[in-house]
């Protein structure tokens, strides 16, 4: 394909795809709602991003359109690309076509796939297996969250939402554990599971997946698994420049899928890349200092799980006051597993609620930022609900002897941005 355009280009696995086109020689061009570090990546490296989706930037010479699951059929450069006979394909639809016929390496499971990801597309490229890789963040050690390769070695990280993680045909699967989550998609545990054990089955021959094969939701997809199943926690303790446990558990999973994905590859190669790893961006990430001299920390963790284990690792750095900015991601998620956001904070100090990002949904009234920060506080950690204004000026009075977290899916990393800026 010569001509490509992308609609939500700076999602950030789009951008990835957009990088892999560009770099086999097509013109890509692509729009967003909005400027992002991702779209500043973007233009550095020659593609071109218009701001604002509007039917006129999709021109009658694109030969696919690639668009981002949040882009409704219904957007403007959607319907002009269906006017002028443009073939569209999602995002994932388009990484599964490009990764047939490959070597892939898909990393999937609730918590930890991008820092695993990141993690493998180190240890392969340091090895000199140089794969080509998709990751779901902004690798510090690449400055980017794509690496393109020149053998047949394709590591992604691979999403279940909406059975996305089908579109692929792995040859070595990684589930770096599996809880309930996506509660819009999926109405129970049970059904998350049917999806991975699909994604089991279409692992190809002479392949393996990647697991903990003790963790109690992934145990029973495995029972009936006729390829290899590689024990990642019998991999030993790392080095690592990360904190807390769950990044371990993602150096081993990382370590053992290197192994499997590339025969031969010595320990000291692993020890060594993964003691380098800098980590990506929005992973437990240290931003700077505020003006009134807090340490300022963001992370990415919109799940009950990875909250508790971020704050448990943060916890174990600092003996200070902890403050921690969350942004909710999604009503149905806060809704659902409310009882374990409930209990997640445990280890802040004074919790600062954001009002829910809503996404691609519609607040129907059952939950709200103030609900989430009652039942915060019927568990014993101070917390309120604000809007992002009054957060950002409650976060620039904290002193020094406090740390700051921002912490969700959302955009709440801009408030962590400015604190450390000083605006």
């Known amino acids: 394909m010569k001509k490509v355009y992308f609609i939500g280009i700076g999602g950030i696995g789009m951008s990835a795809l957009a990088q892999y086109f560009k770099d086999r020689g097509a013109q890509v061009t692509g729009s967003d709602r909005e400027a992002s570090p991702v779209t500043e990546l973007l233009e550095k490296k020659g593609v071109k991003v218009m701001i604002g989706q509007r039917a006129e930037n999709v ?114 699967l990684v589930i770096t554990n599996l809880e309930w989550d996506h509660t819009d998609f999926f109405p129970s545990l049970e059904a998350l599971q049917a999806t991975f054990r699909r994604a089991i089955q279409r692992v190809t021959g002479g392949g393996a997946v990647v697991t903990d094969p003790n963790n109690q939701n992934i145990a029973p997809l495995l029972a009936e698994a006729s390829i290899r199943i590689i024990d990642y926690t019998a991999e030993p303790p790392y080095e690592l420049r990360l904190l807390g446990g769950f990044n371990q558990m993602n150096a081993r999973a990382a370590a053992a899928a290197a192994r499997t994905a590339h025969p031969g590859i010595s320990n000291d190669a692993i020890r060594a890349s993964l003691a380098s790893f800098h980590g990506t961006w ?98 014993g950690t101070e917390a309120v609900a604000l809007d992002f204004g009054a957060i950002e000026r409650a976060l620039k009075e904290v002193e020094t002897d406090s740390t700051i977290l921002t912490m969700g899916a959302g955009d709440i990393y801009k408030i962590a941005d400015a604190l450390v800026a000083g605006t």
Do not use: W
């Open 59 to 172: 021109l009658a010479d694109v030969e696919v359109i690639v668009y981002s699951d949040a882009v409704p059929a219904d957007n403007p450069e959607r319907a002009r690309a269906a006017e002028l006979d443009i073939p569209q394909k999602s995002y994932f639809q388009m990484l599964g076509e490009i990764s047939a016929g490959k070597r892939t390496v898909a990393v999937a499971g609730t918590h930890g796939k991008t820092t695993t990801t990141g993690m493998l597309a180190k240890i392969l490229k340091d090895a000199g297996a140089s794969p080509t890789a998709v990751v779901g963040s902004i690798v510090k050690d690449f400055n980017s969250n794509y690496i393109s390769g020149t053998s047949d070695l394709f590591v992604v990280e691979a999403c279940e939402y909406r059975d996305h993680l089908l579109e692929l045909t792995p040859q070595v």
């Open 282 to 379: 929005r992973r437990f990430e240290y931003k700077g200092k505020s003006s009134r001299g807090a340490d300022v920390y963001d992370d990415y963790a919109h799940h009950p799980t990875a909250i508790r284990e971020t704050l448990r690792a943060l916890r174990g750095k600092t003996g200070g006051r902890i403050i921690v900015a969350f942004h909710p991601h999604l009503y149905s998620r806060t809704r659902d597993l409310l009882d374990g956001f409930a209990t997640a904070f445990g280890e802040a100090d004074k919790v600062l609620i954001a009002p829910i990002y809503a996404a691609r949904e519609v607040d129907d009234g059952s939950i709200s930022s103030e609900i989430l920060a009652e039942r915060i506080r019927q568990n």
